[in-house]
């Protein structure tokens, strides 16, 4: 049967996208030139900050002794959880070796990347929990050289909490620098880094398209966009709560899509007069944002039962999904595309974007289809080796020396050949001594 929508959303312009690319082009060409003094000029030009790049030691002590205590305790407690958590993943990882056939002995190794660069978002919002993420998870991945950059605060310096928690996280060096010229900051090794192997962590739409336009000579988490919710619900969900969490994910920008995808039109009915109250109770620029949010992007669709309610979730790979119904063990071994998975009334995105552990760095915009989030697995490379001795190499290399004639690849052929021909050679004078 045809879904049912309440409420229907409509997409931002490509051409809007387009502009992003050939500002976000420009910048970094700039950039890549010019080094650091382009950069920092971008720096006074874009975000009105005229200290120094480079984060001082003294400046960090200063700032973590002025942090409440109470505070400094929440932090380390969230702290602890996305650490525990990473390191259970990292033990996931494993190096190991098999012996295929006698003598032809493969195995793999993880090794970690040098050098990390982890961008954390600011201005509108302070974002502790993504320093949090990206630089724990790094640090226990094993990478030496870990580069954080935030922009300044509406002009001032990084807040204190955000220094406080970048250097409980594990960074090296901290920046004063956002946008476009904070990622070609550690692209490009500025202000004292080296070159990052890879760039992690969320931003605004200019920050997700330097990193798509800087991937390949440098690795990056994902192709990320705005923060996406999808909420799944059947007749036993509160339909106040349901509302109050796809508001309390709007509220990230007017460009945040929420959805919400029920078998109950009653409930459907109940979430759409409910949200404008949910908004107006929101402070300023929240309340502003999410209301932008919902008007434009917001969608509601009822379903004819919970597998159509599945099969939407699966065809849209929603950053957050969360599912509040019955039968959650069901829900959780149907799903099969979102960046994570939030199972019953209690379990709100809030809790994962914030302190519960799991990464909250996700795939974004429908990547939740062929990608997870960011994991110490992202920081990772693993790579393989293998090594031949005598008894392995006469079927290996005939093998081996078929497969490439039969791909017209002679040369292949030949370096195959030739093992063989010399092990044969080193065998005979035994064979005739014998």
């Not at 001082?56 to 702290?79: M, N």
């Not at 295929?100 to 050098?115: T, Y």
């Not at 199972?343 to 302190?355: H, I, R």
């Not at 997870?372 to 290996?396: I, M, N, R």
Request: glycine share 8%; hydrophobic share 45%; with cysteine.
């Amino acid at each position: 049967m045809p879904l049912t929508y309440l409420k229907t959303a409509t997409p931002q312009p490509q051409e809007a996208l387009n502009d992003i690319a050939d500002t976000v082009q420009l910048m970094l060409g700039r950039i890549k030139a010019g080094g650091a003094q382009v950069a920092l000029e971008y720096a006074r030009q874009l975000d009105g900050w005229s200290g120094e790049i480079t984060v001082t030691r003294a400046e960090i002590d200063a700032a973590i002794a002025r942090v409440p205590q109470s505070l400094k305790d929440d932090i380390a407690w969230a702290h602890e959880n996305i650490r525990r958590f990473a390191e259970a993943q990292r033990a996931t990882a494993q190096d190991m070796e098999i012996e295929l056939r006698p003598g032809l002995i493969a195995g793999q190794k993880q090794i970690p990347v040098a050098a990390a660069g982890c961008y954390v978002p600011g201005g509108r919002y302070t974002h502790i929990a993504s320093a949090l993420m990206s630089i724990t998870t790094a640090r226990v991945a094993g990478v030496e050289d870990v580069t954080a950059v935030s922009p300044p605060c509406m002009g001032g310096p990084i807040p204190d909490e955000m220094l406080y928690t970048m250097d409980l996280a594990g960074a090296t060096r901290i920046l004063c620098i956002g946008g476009v010229q904070g990622v070609a900051a550690m692209a490009f090794g500025l202000f004292g880094a080296p070159e990052a192997d890879i760039l992690v962590g969320p931003g605004n739409a200019y920050v997700a398209e330097a990193k798509r336009q800087l991937f390949g000579p440098v690795g990056i988490d994902m192709f990320a966009g705005p923060t996406d919710s999808l909420v799944l619900a059947d007749d036993s969900a509160d339909p106040e709560i349901v509302a109050i969490d796809l508001i309390g994910q709007a509220e990230h920008g007017v460009n945040s899509p929420v959805w919400l995808a029920t078998t109950d039109t009653a409930l459907a009915e109940a979430v759409i007069k409910a949200v404008p109250g949910v908004i107006d109770s929101l402070p300023e620029p929240n309340q502003s944002a999410a209301r932008q949010a919902w008007h434009d992007l917001a969608e509601v669709v009822v379903c004819d039962n919970r597998e159509e309610m599945a099969q939407y979730s699966d065809a849209k790979g929603p950053e957050h999904l969360h599912v509040q119904a019955r039968n959650l063990d069901w829900w959780r071994k149907r799903l099969h595309s979102y960046g994570s998975l939030f199972l019953g009334e209690e379990t709100t995105v809030t809790f994962g974007d914030k302190a519960s552990g799991p990464n909250h760095v996700l795939p974004t915009s429908g990547a939740a289809r062929y990608t997870g989030g960011l994991s110490v697995h992202k920081f990772l490379k693993t790579v393989t080796w293998q090594t031949v001795d005598a008894e392995a190499l006469p079927d290996l290399a005939r093998v081996s020396a078929v497969i490439s004639r039969a791909e017209r690849m002679e040369g292949h052929a030949r370096a195959a050949d030739i093992r063989l021909e010399k092990l044969v050679q080193a065998s005979a004078p035994k064979a005739a001594k014998a």
